[in-house]
């Protein structure tokens, strides 16, 4: 079974532009969450989807969204990018959504590393 | 307001010895407890967890403890082994919340463990 599949691997970025980040879960799961991971804040959660529908949202600004296709492959977009949204952008995929199973552990990507200048 | 804390940020062992990585928790509603290992330039994957009808949980080379009235959880890891050096990641989750919904998965900072030769 392919794992989670994120893509790209690196951007570069500038201030003040948007950024797509693209997620293809493993077969058959359902949920997609995203995490931003920068060095000393550890995993911070973005957003889930499952079914096409969020079901849980982060502190984070505006800027930061999200969707979900029919097909459980999900794309999270940041706009008026900033110096501090660079990170290392992380996507895991789940058989079911996290808040209703205890045996279904999140499945991470590589990530995507981006870089705002 | 970090509701899942690992308090120290690096540890050293010798191989062969055992590893043990603390978590603290301050969310009573917190009822699954997962550990993930995170290898540079690589996602986080899922190491092992427990669920808080339980105290410990054994894997192999690896354990989890839970102390719920202290709100305490602990990875050992015996015997350790260079491979084991990696970046570990404590998180916990609510399944259900009194008023309805769930709590997302939420993670610690991590704790760098280097296992010396």
């Known amino acids: 079974k392919a794992g989670v599949t994120q893509t790209p691997r690196y951007l570069i970025k500038t201030r003040g532009q948007q950024v797509t980040l693209s997620c293809s879960p493993i077969?058959?799961?359902?949920?997609v969450s995203w995490y931003q991971q920068t060095p000393g804040q550890g995993l911070q959660f973005l957003f889930e989807y499952f079914s096409e529908t969020q079901r849980n949202k982060g502190n984070f600004p505006g800027r930061f969204s999200g969707r979900q296709f029919s097909n459980s492959r999900s794309e999270m977009n940041v706009s008026t990018l900033e110096l501090g949204d660079s990170a290392l952008y992380l996507c895991?995929?789940?058989?079911?959504?996290?808040?209703?199973?205890?045996?279904?552990?999140?499945?991470f990507g590589n990530g995507t590393r981006l870089t705002v200048t | 307001d970090q509701q899942v804390k690992q308090n120290s940020p690096s540890l050293s062992v010798q191989e062969g010895r055992i590893s043990i990585l603390n978590c603290d928790y301050t969310?009573?509603?917190?009822?699954?407890f997962l550990w993930y290992k995170k290898y540079p330039a690589e996602g986080p994957t899922f190491l092992i967890s427990i669920s808080s009808i339980k105290d410990k949980n054994e894997d192999g080379r690896f354990t989890v403890f839970l102390n719920k009235s202290a709100k305490h959880l602990s990875l050992h890891i015996v015997p350790s082994q260079p491979g084991d050096s990696a970046v570990y990641f404590c998180?916990?989750?609510?399944?259900?919340?009194?008023?309805?919904?769930?709590?997302?998965?939420?993670f610690g900072k991590g704790t760098k463990l280097t296992v010396n030769p």
């Open positions: 998180a916990a989750s609510a399944v259900l919340l009194p008023q309805g919904g769930s709590e997302k998965l939420v």
């Open positions: 895991a995929s789940s058989s079911l959504w996290t808040g209703s199973s205890y045996n279904s552990p999140l499945h």
């Open positions: 969310n009573s509603m917190f009822d699954y």
């Open positions: 077969s058959g799961h359902r949920s």
